[in-house]
């Protein structure tokens, strides 16, 4: 065993010199970086949480986070990445950046600055929803999608659609002052007042909350956005042409000045919230077309007084007329029978009947 001794320990020394010569050699060809760390199925990056190929970036450490380094591989960015990043100010993503998920940068409320890659397609769902100071963003001319929220209770002021884009979600750009579109965009038009238009999938996107007075809907449109007229406070008249027939939901929602909706037949489906908070309205009276109303399509409608329910109705749901203190009167076509008003939740009491 003792002849042994010296060749054990001088096998040992050779293996060690073997791995420490290895490891300097990834070091300097850039295999491994002295900020890096590997843990099991990812690694940390400057502060990154990547996959181990390095191409997808898992998320941040949000605590403490301000400037972000990307390394070059990175290709997606995961949904809520960098949600509530609260110390970050501003972000340079890299081209080879091509996915952006979900709220990535939901609730970063000082960030003031992005640079979006050049190649990318869609601006994700509620992106940037709640950045409160975010005041400039250019949207490259890749763009083919915003998002639904995606700037929603964003700090930006004005934003430019590019002529790429051919959609854009509800409440997507709610909130943001002024709205221009590349002189060659030609899937929306700005209308006389700013309304925001598809005009190819005949959506009424976006109103301005500056709207005021009455407002007529353009005959075509037929559907009124989810989020179209929020908060448009000072809007007192809507009326709303035949080729309407869905109203999305919080299409309407905190309009407080708004006291007449001006309904014509064509309309099927009130969706959830589309008129809540309306704290105005007193009479509505729904054309024969109607056939459902969503939950909480009338929620804290405090004023309304009497509703006329429409001869197609089909399908009333829970709690459509919930906190509405002042209903009194609800008149209601002799084919609706009282087993589908108890569904329905209206009471008895309330009811009325019409001969004809």
């Not at 729904?286 to 399509?297: F, M, S, Y």
Request: with cysteine; net charge positive; proline share 4%.
């Amino acid at each position: 065993m003792k002849r042994n001794t010296p060749f054990l320990f001088a096998l040992l020394m050779f293996a060690f010199a073997l791995a420490y010569c290895t490891a300097q050699e990834k070091k300097a060809s850039g295999q491994a970086q002295p900020d890096e760390k590997k843990t099991e199925g990812r690694i940390e990056v400057n502060g990154l949480f990547l996959t181990p190929d390095g191409k997808t970036l898992i998320k941040s450490k949000r605590n403490y986070i301000r400037t972000v380094e990307f390394p070059d591989q990175v290709k997606i960015i995961r949904g809520g990445a960098f949600r509530s990043c609260t110390q970050l100010q501003q972000i340079e993503i890299p081209d080879s950046v091509e996915e952006i998920g979900i709220a990535a940068f939901v609730g970063c409320f000082n960030l003031e600055e992005v640079k979006l890659p050049k190649n990318l397609k869609i601006v994700s769902a509620y992106l940037f929803n709640n950045c409160q100071n975010l005041r400039e963003i250019t949207l490259p001319d890749s763009v083919e999608e915003i998002g639904e929220g995606a700037f929603w209770h964003s700090g930006l002021q004005q934003i430019t659609i590019p002529r790429s884009v051919k959609k854009i979600g509800g409440k997507a750009l709610l909130g943001i002052e002024e709205v221009i579109l590349d002189p060659e965009q030609k899937n929306f038009v700005l209308d006389e007042h700013g309304v925001l238009i598809d005009q190819k999938q005949k959506i009424l996107v976006l109103a301005p909350q500056t709207l005021a007075g009455t407002y007529e809907v353009p005959e075509g449109i037929e559907t009124i956005g989810n989020g179209a007229f929020y908060g448009c406070s000072r809007l007192n008249k809507i009326v709303l042409p035949e080729s309407v027939k869905t109203i999305e939901t919080d299409a309407f929602n905190k309009c407080r000045g708004l006291y007449e909706i001006v309904f014509s037949n064509g309309l099927k489906k009130i969706d959830f919230q589309a008129f809540a908070y309306c704290r105005e309205l007193t009479v509505i009276t729904l054309p024969d077309t109607v056939e459902e109303i969503q939950k909480n399509a009338f929620i804290s409608c405090i004023n309304l007084s009497e509703i006329r329910i429409s001869n197609s109705m089909q399908t009333i749901h829970k709690d459509a007329f919930y906190d509405c203190k002042n209903l009194r009167h609800v008149i209601v076509p002799q084919a609706i029978s009282y087993k589908k008003l108890s569904e329905w939740r209206i009471p008895g009491k309330k009811i009325s009947r019409p001969k004809n």
